[in-house]
Nanobody, 116 residues
Framework: QVQVVESGGGLVQPGGSLRLSCAAT????????MSWHRQAPGKERELVAA????????NYSDSVKGRFTISVDSAKKTTYLQMNSLKPEDTAVYYC?????????WGQGTQVTVSS
């Protein structure tokens, strides 16, 4: 049973930083994609960043390029999302997703609130 667990959300002031973590367990395959998505109130869930386990393929949404960095520790099957220069519009529930063998597994989400 694949499990995906996020942590690291919270309240931060505009311009501040947060680091989210996501650990995936329950599978042994070494080829997978880990990604972060977010959903703000009244809006659809959107892709924030994704990274392949081969460490070569990475993509970001235009709204976070230059401010957010995704990384993957392949040995731990853990992904991190370093978020800098946070803006109020980054406020959302952030979800981690793991795609392995054409199946997708989601975490429960972690709230990020950017407010003064």
């Amino acid at each position: 049973q694949v499990q995906v667990v996020e942590s690291g959300g919270g309240l931060v002031q505009p311009g501040g930083s947060l680091r989210l973590s996501c650990a995936a367990t329950g599978f042994t395959y070494s080829v997978y994609v880990m990604s972060w998505h977010r959903q703000a109130p009244g809006k659809e869930r959107e892709l924030v960043a994704a990274r392949h386990s081969n460490q070569r393929a990475t993509n970001y949404s235009d709204s976070v390029k230059g401010r957010f960095t995704i990384s993957v520790d392949s040995a731990k099957k853990t992904t991190y999302l370093q978020m800098n220069s946070l803006k109020p519009e980054d406020t959302a529930v952030y979800y981690c997703k793991v795609r392995v063998l054409e199946r997708e597994f989601w975490g429960q989400g972690t709230q990020v609130t950017v407010s003064s």
